[in-house]
């Protein structure tokens, strides 16, 4: 298993990116390691650009595991008022700082449901939050934000691997958005995570990770 700190995050440090970018750095990258043929998994916004990956290089992939992500906006105001609003709130993370970014993060209703996870749990995920750059946070924000990237919604037929689909129970947005994808993508599997919400993978930690094997044992 190859896990990949994106743009902005991790150890990854890089001139702003874009969607396009990104996708072109990764394919170098697996290309480097000479993979032929992966499986792609990818949460949030690592899911819209496993999802922006598959249509850049749809012959690299043997399936796409996707948590709770989506194919961006469809409608062009939308889009430009989510810029202008990440925009802001890029501005506003390099005046004040991490620490108070993290809690206003953290106090976002799509991370509420992570207040039921024990309290190590919880401080776990505040420090790995804390770990990370206001440079790089900054520049994910202005470039690879779901306004900024492709509107993918009119493509999603072009998809022809199979693609596991993940929704947390108590995330309705996602939930919506993804019943969405599942009727267009030709081989979506939808799978919705009881007692879990925008990060399955640290709420429901073990049923993640058995869906998800079960999915690659599945097709391979």
Known sequence: MIVVDLPGHGKTKT???????????????????????????????????????????????????????????????????????????????????????????????????????????????????????????SNSLKHMGTGKQPNWWPHLFKVKIPVLLLAGELDEKFIAINKRMAKQLPKAKLEIIKQAGHAIHVEQSEVFGKIVHGFIQSIT
């Open 15 to 137: 001139p702003p990116k874009d969607m396009e970018a990104c996708c072109s750095d990764l394919h170098a990258l697996f290309h480097y390691l000479k993979l032929d043929s992966f499986h792609l998994a990818g949460y949030s916004m690592g899911g819209r650009t496993a999802l922006s990956y598959a249509m850049q290089y749809p012959k690299d992939l043997h399936s796409l595991i996707l948590e709770s992500a989506s194919p961006g906006l469809a409608d062009k105001q939308e889009q430009a008022k989510r810029r202008d609003q990440d925009e802001k709130l890029a501005s506003w993370l390099e005046k004040e700082g991490l620490v108070p970014f993290v809690d206003y993060w953290e106090n976002m209703p799509l991370f509420q449901t992570q207040r039921r996870l024990p309290k190590e749990k919880q401080r776990t995920i505040r420090n790995e939050r804390l770990n990370q750059q206001v440079e790089g946070l």
